[in-house]
C-alpha cells in the first residue's frame, strides 16, 4: 500500500517566490524519519532535508524548510526565494523502523517543480 | 570525489542479455541499496545489505542477483533481460541510523532492445 503521498504532479512558480510541496504518509510505527530529495533533470538524487519524528521543531535547512504536522501526518517542503535551479522533480520519502521494512526509503510519486523568471 | 559511484552511467541492450551493474562508495557507511526508478519517475527499493548481509530482498524477480564482495561495493547482476527492465538503476548508501540519509549515486539508465 501507498505509504506516501505527493498530490501535486507538478507546478509552476515564479522566480523568487515561495513554493510549498505537499507530502502526506502514512505509518503506524512511532519511529520514523521523513526525507526529501530534488532529482533535476540531468537525473541525480540530491538530499535537500530531514525531519525526525520526535524532533520539536521543523527542520530548516538554508532555502530549504519543512512544515512538519506530525497530528496531519504530513511533512511540507516550503523552497523560500525560488531560483531557476531549482526546476527539479522532488520527492518525498519516509523511512520507518518496523520489523519488516528495516529502515528502507518509500518514495512518493514526486512533484515537478518549474521555475519561471 | 565521487560519494557513490555507479557504473555504467548508460547500458543499452538486447533482450535475453546478461549485464551487471557496479556501484562503489567511499564515505565508510554499513548500508547499501539498489532502487529501481520507473518511465514514470516512480522509485522502488529492490534490495538493501548491511555489512555485506542481505537485509531488504523486496519482490523483484530471480533474475536480479546482487552481490556485495565488500562493505564499500554492492553489484548488481541482471540476467535474461527483458523490456520491462527498462529503467534506472540507483544505488545508494547510508549509515545505520534512522536519521541519516541516503546518499545516491548518479544511476544507470538500462535500456533493452
Known amino acids: 500500500a501507498q505509504k506516501i503521498t505527493q498530490t501535486q504532479p507538478g507546478m509552476f512558480v515564479q522566480e523568487k517566490e515561495a513554493v510549498t510541496l505537499d507530502c502526506t504518509y502514512d505509518t503506524s510505527d512511532p519511529s520514523y524519519g521523513l526525507f526529501w530529495y530534488k532529482q533535476p533533470s540531468s537525473g541525480e538524487m540530491i538530499f535537500l532535508i530531514y525531519?525526525?519524528?520526535?524532533?520539536?521543531q521543523n527542520a530548516t535547512e538554508g532555502r530549504y524548510s519543512l512544515n512538519f504536522q506530525k497530528a496531519r501526518k504530513s511533512a511540507n517542503l516550503v523552497i523560500s526565494a525560488s531560483q531557476l535551479g531549482d526546476s527539479a522533480m522532488y520527492f518525498c520519502a519516509m523511512r520507518d523502523w518496523t520489523t519488516d521494512s528495516w529502515g528502507k526509503l518509500q518514495f512518493g510519486a514526486g512533484t515537478q517543480v518549474v521555475v519561471t523568471p | 570525489d565521487t560519494a557513490v559511484s555507479q557504473t555504467p552511467k548508460y547500458l543499452v541492450t538486447q533482450m535475453g542479455n546478461d549485464k551487471s551493474i557496479k556501484c562503489e562508495q567511499n564515505l565508510g557507511h554499513d548500508t547499501m541499496y539498489w532502487y529501481k526508478q520507473d518511465s514514470k519517475k516512480f522509485l522502488k527499493i529492490m534490495f538493501s545489505y548491511n555489512n555485506k548481509e542481505l537485509i531488504i530482498n523486496e519482490t523483484v524477480p530471480n533474475r536480479f542477483s546482487p552481490k556485495s564482495p565488500d562493505k564499500a561495493h554492492l553489484n548488481l547482476h541482471i540476467n535474461s533481460l527483458e523490456l520491462g527492465d527498462s529503467a534506472v538503476y540507483f544505488c545508494a548508501s547510508s549509515r545505520d541510523r534512522a536519521d541519516q540519509p541516503q546518499h545516491f549515486g548518479d544511476g544507470t539508465r538500462l535500456s533493452i532492445l
Open positions: 525531519q525526525g519524528s520526535y524532533d520539536q
